[in-house]
């Protein structure tokens, strides 16, 4: 069995899940509350509401991406075409993501579009300055607060290059993208919300996606033992989508975010030794370890080229 094949006993995909449809409901409906309710009563309210529902909104799509809630990919992907974050097309969300999804791959510099390690070689070649903000940024603390920034930048410079060198099909998700972003910052601009303050809330949106994406995958010399699982019950791992069991989501990619705790707490034996026992007791332990002190080096510590 190779590390991308999904096991037998996994649960198949409902027709239409509704524990994923009300979560969406209410995403969009708490949004809308935290722009035109809470912002008149209090800015300081309202931008955390729609930074975590903004963050839901990524966790949610990250579902669609994977098969959720109908069986139709066109459906799922007009039912999470709003794009509260702004800044990442449905499509290349899904391209990239399903791209990282080819575990043998993880946490390469370049074949694995997800991975926050560098080649040796181009590391060696950044400036002092360049290497102490990306060693910042592999601090919890620096990945939620120079993260998003330095993400973003990456990302949409490298799609950007990409329409460039004339890749269609990044232009095409660019050009899908834009008017759908331009009708969420006009409905913004109606709300009694001010642009600096829903800038903010993504800011802090993003941040808190990063504490979910921080610790995902290790350097490890066999593909099994890169996937973590951080056995969270708390609201992160609600907000997350479950995705903290992440060697099960990883080991059953198409199941539902809402049966990935039944399948840990039925086989946790398995999984640990699956990833090699790469786990955290929770998001409060990966704070504890992490938010001052890196966690890896940003070299691939095993890159061989």
């Not at 300055?129 to 998003?148: D, E, I, K």
Request: proline fraction near 8%; glycine fraction near 6%; charged fraction near 15%.
């Amino acid at each position: 069995m190779t590390d991308t094949t999904e096991e037998q006993g996994t649960p198949a995909i409902a027709a239409v899940e509704w524990p994923t449809l009300a979560v969406l409901a209410g995403c969009y409906a708490v949004w809308a509350a935290g722009l035109f309710v809470l912002a008149p009563l209090s800015l300081w309210l309202a931008v955390p509401v729609v930074a975590l529902t903004a963050a839901l909104h990524s966790s949610l799509t990250h579902e669609a991406i994977h098969g959720h809630p109908t069986g139709s990919p066109l459906l799922n992907a007009l039912l999470l075409a709003p794009p509260l974050t702004l800044f990442v097309p449905y499509l290349r969300f899904r391209d990239l993501h399903l791209a990282h999804h080819r575990d043998e791959f993880l946490t390469d510099p370049y074949d694995d579009p997800e991975t926050n390690y560098l080649d040796p070689a181009v590391w060696d070649r950044l400036s002092p300055a360049a290497q102490r903000l990306l060693r910042f940024n592999n601090t919890l603390a620096g990945r939620m607060l120079v993260g998003p920034a330095l993400g973003l930048w990456s990302f949409i410079g490298a799609d950007f290059r990409a329409i460039r060198a004339g890749d269609r099909a990044v232009a095409r998700a660019w050009a899908l993208h834009l008017p759908a972003a331009a009708l969420v910052l006009w409905w913004v601009t109606l709300s009694p919300m001010p642009l600096w303050a829903y800038a903010l809330a993504l800011q802090l949106g993003f941040g808190v996606l990063k504490v979910r994406t921080f610790l995902e995958h290790r350097a490890h010399e066999k593909a099994r033992g890169r996937t973590v699982v951080i056995e969270d019950r708390g609201p992160l791992a609600f907000l997350f989508l479950n995705n903290n069991l992440h060697v099960v989501h990883h080991m059953h990619p198409r199941v539902a975010w809402y049966r990935l705790p039944a399948l840990w707490r039925a086989r946790a034996d398995h999984y640990l030794a699956r990833n090699d026992g790469y786990r955290y007791a929770s998001y409060a332990e990966v704070f504890r370890r992490h938010f001052l002190r890196a966690k890896d080096p940003v070299p691939h510590p095993l890159w061989k080229g």
